[in-house]
């Protein structure tokens, strides 16, 4: 209800209620109000960190309790009498005039009910930077993540989790609700196989220092290179890979910018935005005959066709990866807008490797 809305329901003095309302008064800043000197303000997102159960004390600067933050959006619905006094203002700020005091009431929202003499300051030092130093937000909501629509999956077999490290990032991969999130997931396992690879070469060796120089200098290799390193022996399937790159079709607009507006030296399209149009309309796209029809001496044969998908599939994947990772001049930034970008070609993509390269040997 709003200030006049309960006004004119006379809560004052009211002993019907179950708390008693002794002030009621209009803040006449953007239609707040206090009830006996607490400021019920609405919390539209909350991270998951809350536990959730007990109300969170909130501190100023110096340490002075100025309210409490109290879950409240349960979805389910509570008696309206069971309310303490901090919930009842709440529930007296969110509920509708025509619902007021039906026995029961299921909240929409969390609050914060904060102490009346702090809330010009508070909304002036605190309100909107609260997802910041509170994990809540009071005015802007996240948009939800974008949903696929699967009516088929198929089984793979042969695959194992190399490491427990494996195993527990495709277990989180579950947990992740945004693309961006499970794609850098994905994107561990391949980082966590080049590590492994490189610890069962050294504890292979014997006496060969040189050997032992060469495979510790490979620390130092470049992202691109050690993605290379994982896929080149392990990736086989190149009609699954292809078929996951010619999904970049529908998403042209982006990949210019990720992979060519803000490309790199190593691009194996040689930051010709136009190869990549000219194999996409032909059909069968990223296919053996129109890699060999319009890259040349590329893909010539099979052995350089192979070659150059792997290479083309690791430069995406780490130019994604880099564009979600990264926030800084020089790399592309995605935004919450082009989720669909990754969720329906990048993870397609990553996916189709990761697949391969957990195969059993």
């Not at 220092?209 to 990736?235: P, W």
């Not at 969720?343 to 390269?357: D, P, T």
Request: proline content about 2%; hydrophobic content about 35%.
């Amino acid at each position: 209800m709003n200030y006049s809305q309960l006004i004119d329901s006379n809560l004052i003095g009211n002993n019907e209620l179950p708390i008693l309302i002794n002030s009621i008064v209009d803040l006449n800043y953007e239609g707040y109000f206090s009830i006996n000197n607490k400021v019920p303000i609405k919390i539209v997102d909350m991270s998951s960190v809350y536990k959730q159960d007990d109300p969170v004390e909130l501190l100023d600067e110096h340490g002075n309790e100025i309210g409490l933050i109290y879950y409240c959006n349960e979805k389910q619905k509570i008696l309206v009498n069971s309310l303490n006094e901090w919930k009842f203002i709440a529930y007296l700020s969110e509920v509708e005039e025509s619902e007021f005091f039906e026995e029961e009431y299921e909240f929409e929202y969390s609050y914060l009910l904060l102490e009346e003499n702090y809330f010009l300051e508070y909304m002036g030092k605190y309100f909107i930077t609260a997802p910041i130093w509170g994990n809540i937000s009071h005015k802007d909501v996240f948009p939800a993540p974008y949903k696929k629509r699967l009516t088929k999956i198929s089984v793979v077999s042969d695959l194992e989790y190399h490491t427990t490290v494996h195993q527990d990032n495709a277990l989180r991969a579950l947990k992740q609700p945004y693309a961006f999130e499970r794609y850098l997931k994905l994107y561990h396992h391949m980082e966590l196989l080049f590590d492994k690879d490189l610890v069962e070469k050294i504890t292979k060796l014997k006496d060969d220092y040189t050997e032992l120089g060469i495979l510790l200098k490979s620390f130092d290799y470049s992202e691109i290179k050690k993605l290379l390193s994982v896929m080149q022996d392990r990736c086989t399937d190149f009609d699954s890979i292809c078929k996951s790159l010619n999904l970049v079709e529908k998403y042209k607009s982006i990949a210019q910018k990720i992979f060519f507006d803000f490309g790199k030296s190593s691009d194996p399209l040689d930051n010709d935005f136009s190869l990549l149009e000219k194999i996409l309309l032909e059909p069968g796209g990223f296919n053996e005959q129109n890699c060999k029809k319009y890259l040349n001496n590329k893909a010539n044969d099979r052995g350089k066709f192979e070659k150059f998908i792997i290479n083309l599939s690791a430069y995406w994947i780490y130019r994604i990866r880099c564009s979600i990772a990264h926030n800084k001049i020089g790399e592309y930034i995605l935004n919450h807008k082009e989720e669909e970008f990754v969720a329906e070609f990048g993870e397609n993509l990553i996916n189709s490797v990761v697949i391969q390269v957990l195969k059993k040997k």
